[in-house]
């Protein structure tokens, strides 16, 4: 079996922290100079490693073997989310990068192909998962043209054209070429590190389901206006997401989060009533079943708030993801490369998070691997893994390419 390059391996993830750098962590959006420079960067080193390397038309990057044997596909992203982590991303575009270089310059393995490809935005700073959509021919140009990002108010358009590749053309995926696609991240949890595992084997990524719930009551002065008379919509959304949050600690499945990421009150201040309150809420769940349990649980909750209060109460479907399966002979082929440099230490678990793998897994055996993030900190500066956990992940990623291509 190949040996990956530990020195290599590090140094390369050191050097794409240097892009953007921020305290212990990276800043590096979408198309920012730093992104771009490190975008071009990469190319670079995939043609040192004999890849045949281009850039595309929605910054895309897609690295391709040379050999004439069967291929995997690897990769994940580059960008960051704001003032956050080095390794969200960045990890298993090395990963991928270090077992195209260790199978080809092991004889015994040279035959065998790994094409790496980095996708675009998979961060959300122009929209939702941008480049690995673009690249299994799920966006348009329309969507990119309407793309904006929601800090800069910059448009992709302007970025790509500031960047030089705004006429290229897309790379769009070849299913007959590969035999597999394989991705590695950070966990983004604690799961591996409060456990002392070293190796988490994905086995579904969760689906998220997301909400505007809205109550509309009666803006009036909160001096004057009797506790009797109110049509509090602050209290209102206050209660609901209480009644919710009790609701869902009965229906929910064992790994099922909510969030409620926003509540505004109208007109927001200290002496008056709001007379509207929104709340954008969202739940996770990788069963189809638990999913469609928590919604009609959510609507229960909504419908109840309405006839027991005295308010107005909508709500709205923003999107609905589906659960992507990782492939399970791949399942395997992690499992026991985890196996081998990691005895014991391994487990199957579901992604928490939204990944690239998601839309490549209904046109490819997908796969995905997670190493260990330290105190389970991600989208933060403070992001880390041990250099210990990164070189044997990066030796249990690329044994698996391995075993699934020789399967």
């Known amino acids: 079996m190949p040996r990956i390059n530990k020195d290599r391996v590090l140094s390369d993830l050191r050097k794409l922290a240097s892009f953007g750098a921020y305290k212990t962590g990276v800043h590096r959006p979408t198309l920012s100079v730093e992104d771009v420079a490190a975008r071009e960067w990469f190319v670079h080193r995939l043609r040192?490693?004999?890849?045949?390397?281009?850039?595309?038309?929605?910054?895309?990057?897609?690295?391709?073997?040379?050999?004439?044997?069967?291929?995997?596909?690897?990769?994940?992203?580059?960008?960051?989310?704001?003032y956050a982590g080095w390794l969200d991303g960045a990890l298993g575009c090395v990963y991928a990068l270090e077992a195209a270089r260790a199978i080809?310059?092991?004889?015994?393995?040279?035959?065998?192909?790994?094409?790496?490809?980095?996708?675009?935005?998979?961060?959300?700073?122009?929209?939702?998962?941008?480049?690995?959509?673009?690249?299994?021919?799920?966006?348009?140009?329309?969507?990119?043209?309407?793309?904006v990002n929601r800090v800069t108010g910059?448009?992709?358009?302007?970025?790509?054209?500031?960047?030089?590749?705004?006429?290229?053309?897309?790379?769009?995926?070849?299913?007959?070429?590969?035999?597999?696609?394989?991705?590695?991240?950070?966990?983004?949890?604690?799961?591996?590190?409060?456990?002392?595992?070293?190796?988490?084997?994905?086995?579904?990524?969760?689906?998220?389901?997301?909400?505007?719930?809205?109550?509309?009551?009666?803006?009036?002065?909160?001096?004057?206006?009797?506790?009797?008379?109110?049509?509090?919509?602050?209290?209102?959304?206050?209660?609901?997401?209480?009644?919710?949050?009790?609701?869902?600690?009965?229906?929910?499945?064992e790994r099922s989060v909510w969030t409620t990421g926003r509540m505004e009150f109208d007109p927001g201040e200290k002496s008056i009533i709001p007379g509207k309150a929104q709340a954008l809420f969202q739940f996770r769940d990788a069963d189809p079943v638990v999913l469609e349990r928590m919604e009609?649980?959510?609507?229960?909750?909504?419908?109840?708030?309405?006839?027991?209060?005295?308010?107005?109460?909508?709500?709205?479907?923003?999107?609905?993801?589906?659960?992507?399966?990782?492939?399970?002979?791949?399942?395997?082929?992690?499992?026991?490369?985890?196996?081998?440099?990691?005895?014991?230490?391994?487990?199957?678990?579901?992604?928490?998070?939204?990944?690239?793998?998601q839309y490549l897994a209904p046109k490819l055996p997908s796969a995905m691997m997670f190493v260990p993030s330290i105190n389970g900190v991600s989208h933060h500066w403070s992001e880390n893994t041990s250099d210990e956990d990164i070189v044997l992940g990066a030796q249990v990623f690329a044994d698996a390419i391995v075993k699934a291509l020789r399967s």
Not at 107 to 122: I, K, N, Q, Y
Not at 311 to 333: F, H, N, V, Y
């Open 296 to 357: 009609a649980a959510l609507h229960d909750e909504i419908a109840h708030a309405k006839r027991n209060g005295r308010c107005e109460i909508s709500i709205e479907r923003l999107g609905a993801s589906t659960p992507a399966k990782m492939d399970e002979r791949l399942q395997r082929a992690l499992d026991a490369a985890a196996e081998k440099s990691a005895p014991g230490a391994h487990q199957r678990m579901p992604s928490g998070a939204g990944h690239d793998a």
């Open 48 to 82: 040192e490693a004999g890849l045949d390397a281009e850039i595309d038309g929605v910054a895309n990057i897609l690295g391709k073997s040379r050999v004439n044997g069967k291929k995997a596909l690897s990769g994940s992203h580059l960008e960051s989310q704001n």
């Open 154 to 253: 910059e448009t992709m358009r302007q970025g790509l054209e500031r960047a030089g590749w705004s006429d290229r053309p897309r790379h769009l995926i070849d299913p007959s070429r590969y035999d597999s696609f394989f991705e590695a991240h950070i966990e983004q949890g604690d799961t591996l590190d409060s456990s002392g595992g070293k190796i988490g084997v994905v086995t579904a990524i969760v689906a998220i389901w997301q909400y505007r719930i809205t109550v509309i009551g009666e803006q009036n002065h909160a001096g004057t206006t009797s506790m009797a008379r109110r049509r509090d919509a602050g209290r209102e959304m206050i209660r609901l997401i209480a009644s919710i949050d009790q609701r869902f600690q009965k229906v929910g499945g």
């Open 104 to 147: 080809s310059e092991d004889p015994d393995t040279a035959d065998l192909g790994v094409d790496v490809v980095v996708f675009c935005d998979e961060e959300g700073h122009f929209g939702s998962f941008i480049g690995s959509r673009s690249f299994v021919g799920l966006l348009d140009d329309k969507e990119i043209d309407a793309a």
